[in-house]
């Protein structure tokens, strides 16, 4: 089956320290990866995607690169912001399964001034 | 572009009544639209998949009798909570998928919260 496995929270980071949350995935065909942000009582919103192997979506710092050859696509920002503050989802799609979307467990990420 | 609303964003209820959620797409046409639900501190769960003018496919698990799928057109979904219970009490987050989009991407509404007295 398909699965996203993503590292536990919550991270706790001061503002302007490096960013690095781990996703790694397995799935039955070639997905694309997405990464959502989730803020306090508020839906999800699409941070960044990848439709193909050594794609690099980015968007507001952050970054995250396809890798097919381990199967990951761990999200990285140089330098958190307050901000930043949210919860983190990985999750993979397949059109062959009618693009439902598979999410992580979500990362929780908190960043103190 | 690509917005996703939701009404309403709360509501609190009685137990045993039932409970509407709208999901629209407000400047596209979506030809699918997923219902997920989400636990404090989890994440989503997808209940169920509803594309327009058809039933809807349920996850497993989910009882389709208890909470009714409606894809009226190609910019509204509703769900329905029926008879609702406690433990029905979550938030819940709709998505809609782009009608002819080239990439298999949702876009979500800003979710419900359900809370069941």
């Known amino acids: 089956g398909n699965s996203v496995t993503q590292m536990e929270g919550p991270v706790t980071l001061s503002e302007e320290a490096f960013l690095t949350i781990n996703c790694t995935y397995t799935a039955t065909g070639y997905p694309s990866l997405f990464w959502y942000v989730q803020y306090p009582g508020e839906g999800l919103q699409l941070l960044l995607k990848a439709t193909k192997a050594d794609d690099k979506g980015s968007n507001k710092g952050f970054e995250a690169t396809y890798r097919k050859e381990t199967t990951s696509f761990h999200l990285e920002k140089g330098s958190v912001q307050v901000s930043d503050s949210a919860v983190y989802f990985c999750a993979l799609s397949l059109r062959e399964a009618g693009n439902m979307l598979t999410f992580g467990g979500g990362t929780r990420l908190m960043v103190k001034p | 572009g690509a917005v996703v609303s939701q009404h309403p964003s709360w509501v609190i209820c009685k137990s045993g009544t039932s409970v509407k959620i709208e999901c629209r797409s407000l400047?596209?046409?979506?030809?699918?639209m997923f219902w997920y639900r989400q636990f404090p501190k989890q994440s989503l769960m997808l209940m169920a998949t509803?594309?327009?003018?058809?039933?809807?496919?349920?996850e497993q698990g989910v009882e389709k009798d208890k909470f009714l799928i409606n894809h009226a057109s190609l910019t509204l979904s509703t769900l329905t909570v029926t008879s609702a219970h406690p433990e029905d009490s979550s938030f819940y987050i709709c998505?809609?998928?782009?009608?002819?989009?080239?990439?298999?991407?949702?876009?979500f509404g800003p979710g419900t919260r359900l809370t069941v007295l």
């Open positions: 998505s809609a998928e782009e009608m002819g989009s080239s990439y298999n991407e949702q876009f």
């Open positions: 509803s594309n327009e003018g058809s039933k809807a496919t349920y």
């Open positions: 400047d596209f046409q979506a030809t699918t």
